[in-house]
């Protein structure tokens, strides 16, 4: 398709939806990215009426156990970097995780997510098998789990897949391989997670992926190609979110070159609507991080494009160890106000939570 001078966005409002689930130009989306005001309302309004009418007003609800902080990988924008001294490293036990499988069933949230940094070894590939096939027994099969526990082999991702999980989410975090190099030790590379992307694909997981909105040397258009690049990627689902700094790490240096809150805010949250337009069927989840960012930035997400979200049932005396980045949510809430709070946030988001659902990508159903 011919590319339109970015221009023809100045001038009228383009068709959002046939635009973007056409075949749009990097330029066409970065535009897109780039609105304010009235047209951004615009573009997010699309994006709120193709999810109604695609997988609707329904929000699915993963229960989430960020179970350990201890990783071997040094990214430089995260908090838990192995290079950052000042973290406690911890595992959770495997009663807390079987308790909070316990509570997430019984809650009706349908599924769960075992998040960690990233440990290869097998005392650790072991455990999670041993964790998977216990809250699939203890659940009668009923709660759906995802696990987002980085780069590994293919044959541990296939343990996990027999043991019974269902999904695994590894974010890109960008598609541009220079700007990757640029957020990552040398012994980080690129076309690895591609190929874990594809090994996980090949196991028959369900495949989620996403990146980071606002990073020091990003530009829009790259974040235009990145969510194009989602979509080549052909993902079920998608978890993505603003950048926020961390003063342990090494971006830290480089806060003075990132957009302000607002602009993030702004940023992420036309991506979110973007996305959904560019991939009708898939799950996008509504993160954290965007909920960090502004206390409304959950609940928008969810009326933009979002039909996941993901409350937070680490223990307690774990949760202020997994600080990804500054001000980052749900440190203080319970359980109960965690249920509370995140049913609050889906009917003032004028959604329904779909709970004792597993909540499968639309996508991948029919696939
Ligand atoms: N800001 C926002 N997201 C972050 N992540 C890690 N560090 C940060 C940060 N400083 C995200 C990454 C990673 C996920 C576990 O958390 O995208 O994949
Ligand atoms: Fe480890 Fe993930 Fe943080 Fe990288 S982003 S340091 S892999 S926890």
Redesign the pocket.
């Known amino acids: 398709m011919e590319s339109r001078n970015p221009s023809f966005f100045e001038q009228t409002l383009p068709d959002f939806p046939a635009l973007l689930s056409g075949n749009p130009s990097p330029e066409e989306v970065e535009a897109c990215l780039q609105l304010r005001g009235e047209k951004a309302e615009a573009l997010r309004r699309a994006a709120h009426e193709t999810k109604m009418k695609t997988v609707g007003d329904k929000v699915y609800l993963r229960a989430l156990v960020e179970y350990s902080n201890i990783c071997r990988k040094n990214?430089f924008?995260?908090?838990?970097r192995s290079g950052n001294p000042e973290v406690r490293r911890y595992a959770v036990g495997r009663k807390e995780v079987l308790e909070a499988a316990r509570f997430a069933h019984q809650a009706g949230f349908g599924s769960m997510v075992l998040?960690s940094g990233e440990r290869q070894d097998e005392a650790f590939v072991a455990e999670i098998e041993s964790l998977v096939e216990a809250i699939v027994q203890q659940s009668g099969g009923e709660l759906g789990i995802t696990l987002?526990l980085?780069e590994q082999k293919a044959e541990t991702y296939a343990r996990w897949r027999k043991a019974g999980a269902l999904r695994y989410?590894?974010?890109i975090?960008t598609s541009s391989t220079e700007l990757y190099a640029r957020l990552h030790p040398v012994d980080h590379d690129f076309r690895t997670r591609l190929d874990c992307l594809k090994a996980l694909r090949d196991t028959g997981y369900q495949v989620g992926s996403?990146?980071?909105i606002g990073l020091p040397f990003q530009t829009t258009l790259q974040i235009a190609k990145d969510l194009l690049f989602l979509r080549e990627l052909d993902v079920d689902m998608v978890?993505?979110?603003?950048?926020?700094?961390?003063p342990k790490?090494p971006?830290w240096a480089y806060r003075g070159q990132i957009p302000s809150w607002q602009g993030r805010y702004d940023l992420s949250m036309n991506a979110w609507a973007v996305l959904r337009l560019l991939m009708p069927d898939i799950n996008i989840a509504s993160?954290t991080?965007i909920g960090?960012l502004h206390p409304k930035g959950r609940e928008e997400a969810l009326y933009v494009a979002a039909n996941v979200i993901m409350p937070n049932l680490t223990p307690f005396s774990e949760r202020k160890e997994y600080f990804?980045?500054?001000h980052k949510l749900c440190i203080e809430e319970s359980h109960e106000d965690s249920r509370e709070n995140i049913e609050r946030i889906i009917r003032a988001a004028g959604c329904r939570p779909g709970y004792f659902e597993q909540g499968n990508s639309l996508r991948f159903r029919n696939r």
């Open positions: 990214c924008y995260c908090g838990i998040q987002s980085g989410l590894l974010r975090e996403g990146i980071m978890g993505m979110g603003p950048y926020i700094e961390h790490t971006l993160t991080a960090s990804l980045y500054e």
